[in-house]
């Protein structure tokens, strides 16, 4: 038998409203047990909550929300009581004793809208992004895939795949008659048009990059200005400045969202030829590796000798003994403040570019797989002529496809993704 779940579903106590939710076939009876009537579908009622002992517990409002039509697919009760956690604890304890109730685990609320079809699993990964997103950005490419732009994009493709391979299939199952003998004759040329559609998809970018932040790593010699910039670009004291070189030993990380955009700023140690500082050493191990990872290096040293495609910034412009630099892309000073505005503006406009187009579905590391795997097949479809292994080649695709919608997948990977949110979600 399936259990009934609840949990609070709002924000943490203390607020003015706390939202309980009760979502399974025993929902019908917490209402009754707690409120001591049932309720008319979709209406919000006010009732007088009370413990097995009869004792008030609180004056709510009270939603019944019959199932398949709720968020979970389920019967759905909610409780809107007042926000304060001795109220909300008094509300769980007595649901808790209802028979057939317990706590919902994290993510099983939604992870249930799945199981009953309310949404796929593309969805589910989208409502688990919006949950986390810290910038407008990371929100709006959350709501696209939650709100099912990719899942219909999946659909459509799959469709389209099943058109195809019904065309295999009349030439397996009646290929002695002679209208159906042959595949159509623009039959490679919709599969190569199909697998360049996806292609595309394959190309834009990914949610890693929205998700972590546009890396800019900051990088040079010793004394070169690369921590007071860090401070000055974060807007916080996160790096110790001071004339002594060496000063910074490790790879200083910090997140910022800068006109929207999620960045992640590294400072590193100062690097050099030689130490005798076996810790400095390291720190200019970590540096080297950092520069290896980044979407963008800021270098702060001598001109013409940072990685490739790294920026020329001309640090330091306050100090009269600043070093020159020819082709600088910025001159700034973190100290006075001079053409900071300027980097910045440059970082968003170049950051823009990596990141997904606002209100645009960006694919994680387990969609661009599949995508990759379903392209890859029909790439193998397009080359074939034997038309058995034409038809194999269009089903690893659809298997592609459906893994993407949550079709097919593995507990083991469910519970990972739902894992991943609150308790009342």
């Known amino acids: 038998m399936i259990d009934t779940i609840f949990a609070l579903s ?216 690369k921590s007071t910039l860090f401070n000055a670009l974060v807007e916080s004291e996160a790096a110790i400045t001071a004339p002594t070189a060496g000063t910074t030993r490790d790879v200083l990380t910090h997140p910022v969202a800068l006109g929207g955009i999620p960045f992640r700023f590294y400072d590193t140690a100062g690097l050099r030829a030689e130490t005798g500082d076996a810790i400095e050493a390291i720190g200019i191990e970590r540096a080297q590796g950092a520069m290896r990872q980044a979407d963008l290096v800021l270098w702060l040293g001598p001109e013409g000798q940072g990685p490739v495609g790294a920026w020329e910034i001309a640090a330091q412009a306050d100090r009269a003994d600043h070093p020159h630099k020819s082709h600088a892309r910025h001159q700034l000073s973190a100290v006075t403040g001079q053409g900071l505005d300027a980097l910045r503006a440059d970082l968003i406009a170049t950051a823009r570019q990596a990141m997904p187009r606002p209100g645009e579905a960006a694919l994680n590391q387990r969609q661009h797989r599949l995508l990759v795997e379903a392209r890859e097949a029909l790439d ?17 695709a659809r298997v592609a496809f459906d893994a993407l919608l949550g079709r097919t997948t593995t507990e083991d990977m469910l519970d990972a993704l739902f894992g991943r949110f609150c308790i009342g979600k």
């Not at 193998?380 to 690893?396: F, G, I, K, M, N």
């Open 10 to 225: 709002s924000g943490a106590p203390p607020a003015a409203i706390g939202v309980i939710r009760v979502s399974g076939p025993q929902a019908a009876t917490a209402l009754s047990a707690l409120a001591g009537r049932s309720l008319p579908p979709r209406r919000a009622v006010a009732v007088a909550l009370r413990g097995g002992d009869g004792r008030l517990l609180d004056r709510a409002l009270a939603l019944w929300l019959p199932g398949p039509q709720t968020a979970s697919g389920e019967d759905t009760l909610e409780l809107h009581c007042h926000g304060g956690r001795a109220v909300l604890a008094a509300v769980e304890q007595a649901l808790a004793v209802v028979p057939g109730l317990r706590a919902a685990q994290p993510g099983e609320f939604t992870r249930r809208a799945f199981a009953n079809g309310r949404i796929d699993l593309a969805e589910a990964e989208g409502l688990a992004d919006l949950l986390s997103a810290e910038t407008e950005l990371q929100r709006e490419a959350a709501m696209a895939m939650a709100g099912g732009q990719f899942s219909a994009q999946v659909a459509e493709w799959r469709e389209r795949l099943l058109t195809l391979s019904a065309s295999v299939e009349a030439v397996l199952d009646f290929s002695d008659e002679d209208d159906v003998a042959l595949l159509p004759d623009d039959f490679i040329a919709r599969i190569a048009a199909f697998a360049a559609e996806i292609g595309e998809w394959l190309g834009r970018p990914r949610a890693e990059v929205l998700k972590e932040g546009f890396r800019v790593v900051l990088a040079g010699p010793p004394n070169a200005g």
């Open 380 to 396: 193998s479809a397009a080359s074939l002529t034997d038309p058995l292994l034409v038809a194999e080649s269009l089903r690893l």
